[in-house]
């Protein structure tokens, strides 16, 4: 995989000054938030930057060129080895704009079948599956610490709320 990111100095000029901003440009991402049978798909990872172990909807980055939509299905593939047959675009997020460039794509996946998880070498992946309530609860009380997550779930809910009854 070739580096999603490289560190810039920005000059922009804000309030009449010119001002110094150190930038990661990043490539993109994508995050995909698994939904079957009323229950969602987390992973479970050591994430060295915050020397934590957190909970997590599946994501990872765009290789060069990569559509997000293919980028999406690679992903949830290879860290919890669900396919989807329906996929559903929630738009795309800033991870954070105060030093980054990174856009996270989001969807949801619906419609799932299992194959094979297909983990990185550097992966430490444990894959949670959990009621769509009890994560919407971890979220609301505060104990989901990933933004992405909690942003996508965000927009799990709508998209819940706004779909026809079946």
């Known amino acids: 995989m070739a580096l999603a990111f490289r560190f810039t100095r920005k000059l922009v000029e804000v309030n009449g000054r010119l001002r110094e901003y150190h930038v990661v440009e990043h490539s993109g991402a994508v995050a995909v938030v698994p939904v079957q049978e009323g229950k969602i798909t987390l992973v479970k990872q050591t994430r060295p930057a915050v020397n934590q172990t957190l ?88 104990e989901l610490k990933d933004a992405k997550t909690v942003a996508a779930l965000f927009h799990l809910q709508n998209w819940l709320e706004k779909r026809p009854c079946s």
């Open 55 to 142: 909970l997590e909807i599946p994501a990872g980055c765009l290789e060069p060129g990569e559509e997000p939509l293919i980028c999406a299905q690679r992903e949830l593939a290879e860290e919890t080895g669900w396919r989807a047959k329906t996929w559903h675009e929630l738009g795309w997020i800033y991870q954070a704009p105060g030093y980054s460039s990174e856009i996270l794509y989001l969807y949801i996946a619906t419609d799932l079948s299992m194959g094979e998880q297909n983990l990185d070498d550097s992966e430490d992946i444990e894959v949670v599956h959990m009621p769509v309530e009890d994560a919407l609860a971890m979220a609301r009380r505060g």
